[in-house]
Structure formats: C-alpha cells, structure tokens
C-alpha cells in the first residue's frame, strides 16, 4: 500500500490504495513499520513526507478487516500489537517526517498524522477519530493524541466521533499551517526543504528529546481495545455499517 519515491534528501511516502481511499488493512501495519525502518537507516533520507492518493490522505483502518480478526482475545492482542507497533516505528524515525494532508484523515489516518512531527493540511483536509461508532477507541490517538491535542478537544473527537475540518483542527493543535486547496504538497516540499538544510544530528536530538512520553500508555491502551473488540457493541458497529444502517447498541 506504500509507495516511496526519494527526491534529493526528501523521501516521499504514498499511501496508495485510492480506489478504497486509502483504507488501511492489516497487512498495513507491518508494511509500515518496515518502510520506517528502511527510511530511518537511509543515509540520503532526512525528511520524510506522507500523503495519500487519489482523493484523500485515508479513511483509517478498512472496516472488512476489522470483522475478520479471529484467535480470541490473543488474536484481538496481536491485532492491535502490529497495529501500534507500526504507527510507533513512524515516531520513532529519527529524521522529521511531515503530513501533508487533503481530504479525509480519519481513524488510522488522522493518527497518522499524530506520530507526524508537523502536519500540513489544505482547505479540503477532514480530520476525525469515529470508531465509537463501531464501539471502539482510537489506540494511536489514545497513546499519542494528548501530547499535541488538549483534553477537550480530545474528547471532542472521541467521544462525538465527528470530524473537524482543517481551520479547527489547527486550532486543536493537530495541524501546523493550512493552505489553499491542492497545495498541501508544495508547502510540505517547502518545509521539508527547510528542515533538510538544518543540522541533521541537532534535528534528531531535538526530535528525540521532544517525543519523550505517551507510549508508556501502549500496553493498557492494546488491552482496552482487545476487550472492546470482543464486546457486543463492535459486533453491531460492524454489522451496521456492512448492511449501511445506524447501529443499535445495547444500554450497558
């Protein structure tokens, strides 16, 4: 799903799966962590760019994926172990990486750009955490959102589930700067022209010392959302959004 194109000391990360705009299925995850890996140990590389194809940056994790997760509880664990993972190696790159953002961010999408160091978005971007409505928790954002996002506006996203669109998702502190439509990708060149010029190893260290907590939050986070997945509230979540209907969850 990842396709990546070096451009001087630039690497251009593509989430590239536009006819499903950009849903992110399990195999995501590893192909993620991997691509951080390989862009982290690149001597070229000193800034990294993601962004999507097509019509968005992507809709988060793919839906028929989530109905498929078997193996129980060890099985659900798992799931979310590769899946934090893989947005951990992307904070952990020790070179700056940028999201340039248009179109829906939303579930997984709007947590990857979380673990982004800066985020550009354009006039169309849409960022939203919705997986209340399938009777789950953002993980990445619950581990990641507080250390850019203060807790109303976390709570804005998690509990409403509604997106924001990108003037207040600056206000929120999830994105840096906003600019007309289309032209998310030339100011994240710009920036990442910007950083590349900079001292490399003052940048990892600034980086490294600025990322300093919120995974320590990973291991109960994982085992929320592995019970939340074994609950009656995600098997209707996931039932009613298949058969497009508004789910009926049952009173706790």
Partial sequence: MLTVEKRDAIAWVTLDRPEKLNAMPRSFYTELRETAAALDADPEVRVVVFHGAGKCFSVGGDIE????????????????REALTGFRAVDEIAKPVIAAVHGHALGGGCELTMVCDIVVADETARFGTPEAGVGLVPGPGMVRGLSHVNVHWMKY????????????????????????????????ERLAEAVASRSPLAVAVGKSMLNQGGWERQPYVAESIALLQGAEDFAEGIAAFTERRPPSFPQP
């Fill in 157 to 188: 996203l998690v509990l409403t589930g509604l997106p924001i669109g990108a003037q207040d998702a600056r206000l929120a502190g999830l994105v840096n700067t906003v600019v007309p439509a289309g032209e998310h990708l030339a100011e994240a």
């Fill in 65 to 80: 994926d989530f109905g498929q997760i078997g193996g129980g509880v060890a099985g659900r664990r798992a799931y979310m």
